[in-house]
């Protein structure tokens, strides 16, 4: 029998600055900070459906970052709303932060801005756009475009 997943639960990130992090998560990212663990770990909420979404774990300031031709994960994408205009007013809150350099892209199945965290986590905001391109054509997901916001 196979395994029948119905969901991502949650996403844990190594981090070298607990405090660095979370606070880049809580106020330039916008989750919600729930519960904190024996000081090593903080855990997020997007929109309280979840216990936790993301959780940050601190491994230290002098932990090596993993090389870029390093097996590891690429980025976390988050989905921040359903409109352009979610994504054009996260750009500006992304530059009002002094987060850059963002690179923007258009995947035909949603419209993205990708940026890193703290410690080079790579993350993608995005926005949906019409389901039916992708049921209809479930490759348009391997699409990238420039995007303009």
Same mark, same amino acid.
């Given at each position: ?7 991502? +639960?949650?996403? *844990? =990130? !190594? *981090? ?9 998560? #809580? ?33 230290? !300031?002098? $932990? $090596? ?6 097996? +590891? =994960?690429?980025?976390?994408? =988050? !989905? ?11 750009? $500006? ?17 949603? !419209? ?12 993608? =905001? ?8 992708? #049921?209809?054509?479930? $490759? ?10």
């Amino acid at each position: 029998m196979a395994i029948n997943v119905r969901g991502v +639960g949650h996403v *844990v =990130l !190594k *981090v070298r600055d607990l405090d660095r992090s979370a606070q880049f998560y #809580r106020e330039v990212i916008g989750l919600k900070e729930v519960a904190r663990y024996r000081g090593r770990m903080v855990f997020f909420s997007a929109t309280g459906a979840n216990h936790h979404d993301l959780a940050l774990l601190e491994v230290g !300031k002098h $932990a $090596a970052a993993p090389a870029d031709d390093a097996v +590891g =994960l690429y980025h976390v994408a =988050l !989905k921040i709303g359903d409109r352009i205009e979610d994504l054009r007013a996260a750009k $500006a809150h992304l530059e009002a932060h002094g987060i850059t350099p963002l690179r923007l892209a258009d995947h035909r199945v949603s !419209k993205s801005i990708y940026l890193t965290d703290p410690d080079g986590h790579g993350l993608e =905001l995005f926005v949906d756009t019409d389901p039916a391109i992708w #049921r209809e054509n479930p $490759a348009a997901v391997a699409t990238v475009a420039p995007l303009e916001l």
